[in-house]
């Protein structure tokens, strides 16, 4: 089974700051999601990765397969970036289907 | 309108209680799951179904059962609810080949 770690795992930052949540992850992988989860308690995807590097918007994720560690960078933070994010990975279990197994989440709270 | 629903969205109940949390999606997808979040714990996987006659234990399935009514429609039901059953159930859906899942809002249950 694979372990997946998040760090860390609260983060308060003011506004404007660069923020880097970090999760590393314990065997080989087909991709790596970085999903958030909103106050309300909904969950969004952000990205998939499976290698190199995606940006959208003031959003950055990274991916690193051969040290099995990802990081989500937020450029010029904002309070409405506040929300929990969830790193989780996916491995192939067979027709067709994959298993994610999930990080406990890092709760980012960015202070106006 | 969303594309996957889940009712109710908030739920209180007594101890020995059987409760049925439901979902539906229009998203047309053949996979759909069932996942349990505990404060400080990641997602863990419940249930999940491949197709309408393919349903599959996950990692906590003890004391759940569910049904695959149709395509759209996947049901978590807890026949004698307890206590430590409160907790955020997602119900989330995806499509053959492909790893990323879409999330329901959730149901916010509590078992007094």
């Known amino acids: 089974k694979n372990e997946v770690e998040q760090s860390p795992q609260n983060l308060t930052a003011q506004e404007g700051e660069f923020i880097t949540i970090n999760c590393s992850y314990s065997?080989?992988?087909?991709?790596l999601h970085w999903l958030q989860q909103h106050p309300g308690g909904g969950i969004v995807s952000l990205f998939m990765?499976?290698?190199g590097k995606k940006k959208h918007g003031r959003l950055i994720a990274t991916i690193n397969i051969q040290e099995k560690h990802s990081s989500l960078h937020i450029t010029a933070s904002h309070p409405r970036d506040s929300a929990v994010y969830i790193c989780a990975v996916s491995s192939y279990s067979g027709a067709g289907s994959y298993q994610l197994t999930f990080g406990k989440g890092t709760k980012l709270s960015v202070i106006p | 309108d969303a594309d996957v629903t889940q009712t109710p969205r908030n739920r209180i109940t007594k101890t020995g209680k059987r409760i049925m949390l439901e979902c539906s999606q229009t998203k047309g997808h053949d996979r759909m799951y069932w996942y349990r979040q505990d404060p400080g714990l990641g997602l863990r996987l419940i249930y999940y179904s491949f197709d309408v006659k393919d349903i599959n234990k996950g990692e906590i399935s003890d004391g759940y059962s569910v049904s695959r009514q149709a395509q759209a429609k996947f049901s978590l039901s807890l026949e004698s609810a307890i206590p430590n059953q409160t907790a955020l159930y997602f119900c989330?859906?995806?499509?053959?080949?492909?790893?990323?899942?879409?999330f329901g809002p959730g149901t916010r249950l509590t078992v007094l």
């Open positions: 065997v080989g992988i087909s991709a």
């Open positions: 989330a859906t995806s499509d053959q080949g492909v790893d990323t899942q879409y």
């Open positions: 990765l499976s290698s």
